[in-house]
Every structure is written in structure tokens, then in C-alpha cells.
């Protein structure tokens, strides 16, 4: 019986898991600026949905639940780079910008304006990058509210924040 309970256990995280994978990946993305760094996510987040899987209740809202494992794990693993974030700052932007444009996984070549992006987006807060991160996932006020236990009116009034943000540190970089 337990057997069958951990394979099937094992089957329900390896079918969230290729669900959300891309998702997943660019939540890493967001968080962390070297491929290294993103591979290490990654496999934090992982650990963290396998060990959470019994969290949760209905399969309806496993979208809502992956989010916040991950957006939560992501969260943390800043946290505890937090030292070695500050030797990185002393690199300059343009370094910066360079690692940015190699960071490409294999299968995906992203754009110099999308590097861009990630690189403007590392520059955000936590609860920024998250909100903004969910927002180009393309969920509703109401599932990022869900997901950062928020009301769906302050999400709207912060994401505009973000977004002004958002541009003004585009701007700045290409400037």
C-alpha cells in the first residue's frame, strides 16, 4: 500500500512538474542571475514541491500552490545569497549585461531587449519581482492576490508601481 501511495505520489509531482516547468524556470530566471545560481534554484524548488506535495488538497488549484512553493523558495534562496550578492554588485553594468545574454538555456535564445528585462527585473525587491514575475505569467489580479495573499485592489495599485518602476530603470540602462 505505501508503495502504490509513493508511486502515484511520485507520478502526481512528475506531471506538475513537466506541467510547470517552464513556468518554473523563468521564476528562477528572475531570482537568480547566473545559470549556476538558476540551476541551484531550480533544484530547490524541486525539493521544496516534492516536499510539499502532501500540501496539496485539491489538484483545481495546483497552479495557484506551485506559485507560491516556488515564488516562497525563490525568496529564500536570495535571502541566504544575500553575502554573495554583495560581491556580485561590484561588478559593473556592463558585466552585468554581458551575463545576462549568456544566461540562455539551450532550448530558448532569448532577445537582447528580453536580457534586458531580467536584468532590470534583478533589480527589483522581492515582493516586486514576484508581483511582476506572476504578471508576465499571465495571471489575474485575483490568482496573484491568491497566490501573495494580497487584495486583488492592492495588487493592481502596486503592479502600476512596479511597472513605472519597471520603465524608469529600462530607461536608465539604456541611457
Excluded at 35 to 51: G, H, N, S
Excluded at 90 to 98: D, K
Excluded at 149 to 165: A, Q
Amino acid at each position: 500500500m505505501l508503495n502504490t501511495e509513493l508511486q502515484q505520489a511520485e507520478k502526481n509531482f512528475l506531471e506538475l512538474v513537466a506541467k510547470n516547468q517552464p513556468r518554473i524556470l523563468r521564476i528562477c530566471r528572475a531570482y537568480a542571475w547566473n545559470p549556476q545560481d538558476q540551476e541551484d534554484l531550480y533544484q530547490e524548488v524541486l525539493l521544496q514541491i516534492w516536499r510539499s506535495l502532501s500540501g496539496l488538497k485539491d489538484p483545481a488549484t495546483a497552479s495557484t500552490w506551485l506559485y507560491r512553493v516556488a515564488l516562497n523558495t525563490a525568496i529564500s534562496f536570495v535571502r541566504k545569497q544575500a553575502p554573495r550578492r554583495d560581491r556580485v554588485s561590484a561588478f559593473s553594468h556592463e558585466q552585468i549585461r554581458q551575463a545576462a545574454e549568456q544566461r540562455q538555456p539551450a532550448e530558448e535564445q532569448d532577445s537582447a531587449e528580453l536580457a534586458a528585462l531580467y536584468e532590470v527585473i534583478a533589480k527589483l525587491d522581492g515582493v516586486e519581482k514576484a508581483l511582476i514575475t506572476l504578471f508576465l505569467e499571465d495571471l489575474s489580479y485575483e490568482e496573484i492576490a491568491e497566490v501573495m495573499g494580497l487584495n486583488p485592489g492592492h495588487v493592481g495599485v502596486l503592479l502600476h508601481r512596479v511597472k513605472k518602476k519597471l520603465s524608469s530603470l529600462i530607461h536608465e540602462v539604456r541611457t
